[in-house]
């Protein structure tokens, strides 16, 4: 069975850079897909990874990571020194950070106008094949 | 007084045009993207040595590498650099991979705990370089969240980046993806291996660093 689990940002926006990350793979690590509003700054993203190495075993082996944000190419100046002030006081709110464990989602493929989330599946009873899902969104 | 004073001056400009000259160049980039391959490339032409074993299995470059003192010239222009090959950084490693390569469970097993090493260490050396050379497979979806992670980083250390699409030879290999990905980068597309389009890649080496 596949378990999605939505966390909004007010989850996470009182907490240090290292508890966001913690809280995210240990979700991660119970075999979730996380779908997080919003998004981590650049160096959580990155720290997130090296993290997520620190805890690689034999269960464990990583994660799929994605973030769909919103095209910002066509905002004005005003606009932008609005959104970027907000985001340093409020964090990134916006746009989506998907977050999944390696042994159930294959691949995540992004372009920029949808993105596909691939699961794999062993046959419960089967001979060991795997099969992989795809699931469409934008 | 004024001895000391100008021995100070003196020392700070020399420290400068060193700072200058001794620049840290790292290769960074997924797995398997060519980055082995191109510092082989980059000592081969510029130092007449090989820098590192590479290997279709991924994960071959577990360690930092350094070649101290490459010297790039074009025309006038040079540019002194230490070059660093960095491992490949990816969001999972599983050993069960190595296997299908055709390892034994126990090497498998040995690489993905070096390779995880590997990923930590990469990222720790990120504050470390003065310029990145980013690069890509040009046969391989570009818009994967590790490439945009580690420019994206790169972006908020302020550090200058050159984004080099590789693999130009293969049929697969989509040029114009990558540079759409990245829009705000120079995206220079190379073939490491054959040498394609190398002279290119230099002179905006030249732009990115110099």
Same mark, same amino acid.
């Given at each position: 069975m596949l378990t999605l689990q939505f966390i909004p940002y007010t989850e996470i926006e009182s907490l240090s850079s290292v508890g966001r990350i913690r809280k995210l793979l240990n979700i991660a690590k119970e075999n979730k897909i996380v779908l997080l509003e919003g998004r981590l700054k650049k160096e959580e993203e990155t720290e997130l990874i090296k993290a997520t190495m620190e805890e690689i075993n034999k269960d464990f082996k990583g994660i799929e990571l994605s973030v769909i944000y919103p095209e910002k190419k066509e905002n004005s100046i005003m606009k932008r020194v609005r959104g970027n002030l907000a985001n340093m006081l409020l964090g990134d709110r916006q746009g989506l950070t998907i977050i999944g464990p390696a042994s159930i989602v294959h691949e995540i493929k992004k372009d920029p106008d949808k993105i596909q989330l691939f699961t794999e599946e062993t046959y419960p009873e089967g001979n060991g094949k795997s099969r992989k899902k795809r699931r469409n969104g934008s | 007084m004024a001895n000391i004073f100008s021995k100070l001056i003196n020392k700070f400009f020399h420290n400068l045009f060193r700072k200058k000259k001794h620049i840290k160049l790292g290769l960074y980039g997924p797995p398997n993207a060519g980055k082995t391959t191109l510092a082989n490339r980059i000592c081969e032409d510029w130092l007449g040595e090989s820098m590192g074993k590479v290997s279709n299995i991924a994960h071959e470059t577990r360690e930092i590498q350094i070649k101290e003192q490459v010297n790039i010239k074009s025309g006038s222009k040079e540019i002194s650099f230490n070059l660093v090959d960095t491992p490949g950084i990816a969001t999972k490693i599983d050993y069960e991979e190595f296997m299908k390569s055709g390892l034994n469970e126990k090497n498998a097993k040995k690489r993905a705990k070096e390779a995880t090493k590997g990923v930590i260490d990469s990222i720790k050396w990120l504050?470390?370089?003065d310029a990145v050379v980013v690069v890509l #497979? $040009?046969?391989? #979806?570009?818009? $994967?969240q590790v490439n945009i992670t580690i420019i994206g980083n790169l972006e908020a250390r302020k550090i200058p980046v050159l984004v080099v699409a590789n693999k130009i030879d293969l049929k697969k290999s989509n040029l114009k993806k990558v540079e759409a990905a990245f829009p705000q980068y120079h995206v220079v597309g190379i073939s490491a291996k054959n040498g394609d389009n190398i002279d290119d890649f230099y002179e905006s080496l030249f732009r990115v660093v110099a």
């Open positions: - | 504050d470390e370089m #497979d $040009s046969t391989i #979806d570009p818009y $994967s």
